[in-house]
């Protein structure tokens, strides 16, 4: 089987750019529906690139915070569930980050502290996205981005410190609420 290589971009790639991009798109495949899953065009290069960017942004995510599927965060808060339900209501709910991956819903690990509580900012940042229409797994991504917004810092790196969670929703807003 043949390997496909993907280029490489010339320039840095701006976080902050590949999810506003990737948000239009998300939104540009809702409006056109159906019509859109019709069309049998292969990738353009960009498209690919973009793909493996995104790709990677997912595994470094999962390497630096853990990709936790629905049993094992129930394992970390402590609960008794062993299906996953707990994770899943609380995602439903808007009180948790979590998106499909590989046919199953994970969580970012970084929503939990040492304690396996959920930070108290996660409610929010998730209601706030939701409100700029971002898909839990472009929020996933965004929050282990470094953001120029906060002095090239990541998201996370704000949970659990005193006005972080103000500083958050600064940078959400600046990333997502732009209108097109």
């Given amino acids: 089987m043949p390997t496909i290589e993907f ?8 976080p902050d750019e590949l999810v506003r991009v ?15 899953d ?5 990738p353009s290069s960009q498209e690919a690139a973009r793909a493996a960017n995104l790709a990677r942004e997912l595994h470094e995510v999962d390497a630096a915070f853990g990709l936790l599927t629905g049993q094992e965060v129930a394992k970390l808060v402590g609960s008794r569930d062993t299906r996953g339900s707990w994770a899943r209501d609380r995602r439903r ?12 819903y994970v969580y970012p690990g970084y ?6 509580e959920v ?19 472009d929020l996933a991504l965004w929050m282990a981005s470094r953001s120029r917004t906060l ?5 996370v790196d704000f949970l659990a410190g005193p006005g972080g969670l103000a500083r ?13």
């Fill in 119 to 137: 930070f108290d900012a996660i409610p929010e940042i998730v209601k706030r996205a939701r409100e700029y229409d971002v898909s839990d797994h």
């Fill in 38 to 42: 019709a069309l049998e065009l292969p």
């Fill in 151 to 155: 002095d090239d810092r990541r998201p």
């Fill in 22 to 36: 990737s948000a239009r798109v998300q939104q540009l495949r809702r409006a056109l529906g159906e019509a859109f």
């Fill in 7 to 14: 280029p490489r971009p010339s320039a840095p790639v701006d």
């Fill in 93 to 104: 709910a808007g009180k948790l980050i979590g998106f499909m991956r590989a046919g199953q």
């Fill in 168 to 180: 958050i929703e600064e940078a959400l807003g600046a990333a997502f609420g732009v209108e097109w």
């Fill in 111 to 116: 929503q939990f502290d040492s304690s396996g």
